[in-house]
């Protein structure tokens, strides 16, 4: 027997001088879903998003350190070169991949706060 089922979430922190970037990167540039928070956590965090059965949620911490950390979210897209286009068009630094694997083509970059995120599409056969 499985305990677990899915992942319902994921939480992704920023400083709190940021929250109109992060706002901007998620819900604009990535085109996520706002989700409306429940009334007891209105004054905690950013955002929540929707996207597909798993939801984003940002928060702020006062001494958020992700700009050294490896770990990560993954978004899996359809068109890695089409995405790419659209992340350069806006001036997001591509974080090439450094340890190629035989079912994705990816790569990594990094949200407003710091927070990695690796972008992967199944390798064409």
């Not at 994921?10 to 706002?34: A, K, V």
């Not at 659209?86 to 994705?104: R, T």
Request: net charge neutral.
């Amino acid at each position: 027997m499985t305990w677990i089922d899915a992942i319902d979430h994921i939480q992704i922190t920023t400083s709190p001088d940021l929250q109109d970037e992060m706002r901007f990167f998620y819900g604009t540039l990535l085109r996520l879903t706002p989700l409306e928070r429940p009334k007891s956590l209105q004054n905690n965090g950013i955002a929540w998003y929707q996207l597909g059965h798993i939801q984003p949620h940002i928060s702020t911490e006062k001494d958020a350190t992700n700009y050294a950390s490896r770990r990560h979210s993954c978004f899996r897209v359809q068109s890695l070169s089409a995405f790419r286009q659209h992340l350069s068009a806006h001036n997001i630094d591509i974080i090439p991949n450094q340890q190629p694997i035989e079912e994705y083509d990816r790569f990594y970059l990094r949200d407003p706060g710091g927070n990695r995120i690796e972008v992967a599409a199944p390798r064409q056969k």
